[in-house]
């Protein structure tokens, strides 16, 4: 029985191995890294436009002053830059909310352009680690809108979750202490599963062929244990190596912002080989004449 258990762990870690590996390699025959500088660029142009029709989707249920309040500490949460450098990137947002009224029509073109641009890449990156042809000239933007379209139902609900909570708050501090308890794991462990959860709809929707669930759900847990594990060891590295005020001076903060959102398009995009990887291993063990 034992033997049995022995036998069964070692196939499992080589089929890890094995999965590890072929996803790192065909993140290499992709030029990962190239594409991960190109996810950087455009989610950081499309950044503040993003906030400012989030703060006017927002400001149609509260306050506007409180809907700019939110969804910038919505972004914050998400962001692992602290002190001097998120008060420059945040406070150079919410001067930018401010002016809002004026610069809709604009934030919203840029918006719509960026976000094409960001989810193409997202999209043929993805297509490239499955093998699988591109969309036609006409198909691709139209996913593209498709995707932005669910990503800002995603990230209008977690805009909402901080609003509730903070109407709860009062009354959970008057309950029971277990109330409290669950409170402070729920506000650890909500975060992350809206993170797996809008990885698992991008690793489905974004390849040109259908996906299932059971195909994607272990490389977006992959990638949202990588981008928490990322996100704790960024901010060591910026409180204890970085020097990035000292060499780029004010423009240290977006800096440290740009190299974040690289880092993350690295996860994104070796999960997305992940997931062609995981299958074409079980596609292999499942029919393994098909190797010669």
Same mark, same amino acid.
């Given at each position: 029985?034992f033997h049995k258990f022995i036998d069964k762990l ?140 669910i990503s800002s139902i995603a990230i209008v609900v #977690? &805009?909402?979750?901080?609003? =509730?909570?903070?109407?709860?708050? /009062?009354?959970? *501090?008057?309950?029971? $202490?277990? @109330? ?72 240290? #903060? &977006?800096?440290?912002?740009? =190299?974040?959102?690289?880092?993350? /398009?690295?996860? *994104?995009?070796?999960? $997305?080989? @992940? ?15 098909e190797q010669t």
């Amino acid at each position: 029985m034992f033997h049995k258990f022995i036998d069964k762990l070692e196939q499992k870690t080589r089929r890890i191995v094995a999965i590890l590996y072929l996803a790192a390699k065909k993140y290499e025959q992709i030029d990962g890294a190239q594409r991960a500088g190109a996810f950087a660029f455009d989610a950081f142009f499309a950044l503040f436009p993003l906030i400012i029709l989030f703060v006017t989707v927002a400001s149609v249920f509260i306050d506007r002053d409180t809907a700019g309040k939110t969804v910038i500490a919505y972004v914050e949460h998400y962001v692992p830059i602290k002190g001097e450098m998120q008060r420059y990137i945040f406070d150079t947002a919410g001067g930018v909310v401010k002016t809002r009224g004026p610069a809709g029509v604009v934030a919203f073109l840029m918006l719509v352009w960026a976000a094409i641009q960001f989810f193409t890449i997202v999209i043929t990156t993805t297509n490239r680690a499955w093998g699988i042809k591109d969309h036609n000239w006409w198909r691709l933007p139209l996913k593209s809108l498709i995707l932005l379209g669910i990503s800002s139902i995603a990230i209008v609900v #977690g &805009i909402a979750m901080p609003i =509730l909570t903070m109407m709860v708050r /009062g009354w959970l *501090f008057s309950a029971p $202490a277990i @109330l409290s308890w669950l409170y402070g794991w729920g506000s650890l462990i909500v975060p992350l599963l809206v993170v797996f959860l809008g990885l698992s709809i991008f690793y489905q929707l974004a390849p040109r062929r259908l996906m299932r669930f059971a195909e994607v759900w272990a490389a977006a847990l992959c990638a949202t244990v990588l981008l928490w594990a990322s996100q704790s060891l960024f901010v060591i590295y910026l409180k204890s190596f970085a020097m990035l005020n000292a060499i780029y001076g004010a423009f240290g #903060g &977006i800096m440290a912002l740009l =190299l974040w959102i690289y880092l993350s /398009g690295i996860i *994104f995009i070796f999960g $997305a080989c @992940l997931c062609a990887a995981q299958s074409e291993t079980i596609s292999l063990t499942a029919h393994p004449r098909e190797q010669t």
